[in-house]
């Protein structure tokens, strides 16, 4: 499906997209079921721990769906630790990985549809009457205010996590070193999920939260010090050695964060609308995540100056994989570097928007969280349950 999509200039994208958007629409739609049950299972003194169990769910999903999957997609990999006769591929492709997970999802949803048994509920609310609910609760003025904290709270960090690794894997950082990163950094963020869940009931949802915001600007620093310091001849053990506790680092500040900020939407959501409430914060929260990222990107590229120096002497014809480059270009756009690579040229970059860009964000992230996320994130946190409610608004 994705080599069609790509053929005649991308005239299947639109397919393509199509079927995704049905795949991501079923699955907000479990998500959103998932939520509300949460709230009905757990007690309320309980309710933390249900951002800890979707912690570790999440987690967990990304482990095997990243790194196990690229440990076992490297011919490299698996030709060290699993055979005897080497081969030129791994042992899963990416096609037959999603094939199988396909079936594993569809496996473990019809046993919980079979299996599960629940009482039935009287309410028969239609779509139009859940969608006047979602509507009263963005008329909340509390609400309004959390929303906005959402869209602008992430934007402090965001240079750090959409192109941190990219800049590492640029520098030469292989994708092997990066796999066992985050293999390692698998069993902290489990552990930190537990431990992130109790601590909201400990000090306060919102304040365990302030304090991981501050903690991941000082991670985003952390990383652009570490990409800075890359070494000339190569990744070195020492060097591994501090990306990984860097990605501990800026993990274990993004896990408590998510932890307690979910905690906190358990905590003032409505079990009588407990699903709708929760997926409409958690949706506003991921908006914040994803939105900056693509303005990101693009002031990384336009701050970045990155010139294609042609080869002095031509290399043979059997040794490049495009035509040959003759005249220097700008080589900033990923294309563009790829057809200089190709072409035998070297994509030298005089000025890395990266670094511009994370400087620019982490002070805007000090700014706002200063002058409007805490003080205000604070005051939500002291408002009564009542407040939260749409019956008693």
């Known amino acids: 499906m994705m080599e069609d999509a790509g053929e005649n200039g991308g005239a299947g994208v639109w397919t393509f997209t199509g079927w995704w958007f049905a795949l991501v629409f079923m699955c907000a739609t479990q998500d959103i079921a998932v939520d509300g ?22 987690t967990a999903g990304n482990f095997l769906s990243y790194t196990v999957f690229l440990a076992l997609s490297s011919p490299d990999f698996a030709n060290r630790y699993f055979r005897a006769v080497p081969s030129n591929v791994g042992i899963f492709t990416l096609d037959s990985y999603l094939t199988f997970w396909g079936w594993a999802y569809l496996a473990v949803t019809a046993g919980l549809a079979i299996l599960k048994r629940e009482e039935r509920t009287k309410e028969k609310d239609s779509i139009l009457d859940v969608y006047k609910v979602m509507g009263g609760i963005l008329k909340l003025r509390n609400i309004q205010i959390f929303i906005v904290i959402h869209l602008i709270a992430k934007i402090g960090f965001q240079a750090n996590d959409a192109v941190t690794n990219l800049k590492l894997l640029d520098k030469g950082f292989s994708k092997e070193d990066l796999a066992l990163t985050v293999l390692i950094d698998f069993p902290f963020e489990i552990g930190l999920g537990y431990y992130a869940g109790k601590w909201s009931e400990q000090y306060t949802a919102i304040r365990v939260w302030c304090w991981a915001f501050v903690g991941r600007l000082i ?110 270009f700008s080589c900033v756009l990923e294309a563009e570097k790829h057809r200089c690579l190709a072409g035998g040229g070297t994509c030298d970059i005089q000025h890395d928007g990266y670094y511009y860009v994370n400087v620019l964000c982490v002070i805007i992230g000090v700014i706002t969280f200063w002058s409007f996320i805490r003080p205000q994130a604070m005051k939500l946190q002291q408002l009564p349950l009542r407040a939260w409610r749409i019956s008693d608004s």
Request: proline share 8%; net charge neutral.
């Open 37 to 58: 049950w949460a709230i009905t299972l757990i007690s309320p003194s309980n309710l933390s721990y249900a951002s800890t169990a979707q912690t570790v769910g999440l």
């Open 219 to 328: 991670a985003a620093v952390f990383a652009q010090l570490v990409v800075m310091a890359f070494p000339a001849g190569g990744t070195t053990p020492g060097y591994l050695m501090v990306v990984i506790v860097e990605h501990v680092f800026s993990t274990f500040m993004s896990t408590i964060m998510f932890v307690a900020i979910s905690a906190f939407h358990a905590k003032i959501a409505d079990p009588a609308i407990g699903g709708t409430y929760m997926t409409l914060l958690a949706t506003v929260s991921n908006l914040g995540g994803t939105f900056p990222r693509f303005f990101i990107l693009k002031f990384v590229d336009a701050f970045t100056v990155a010139t294609c120096t042609p080869p002095s002497i031509p290399p043979a014809k059997d040794l490049l994989k495009g035509n040959l480059i003759t005249q220097p």
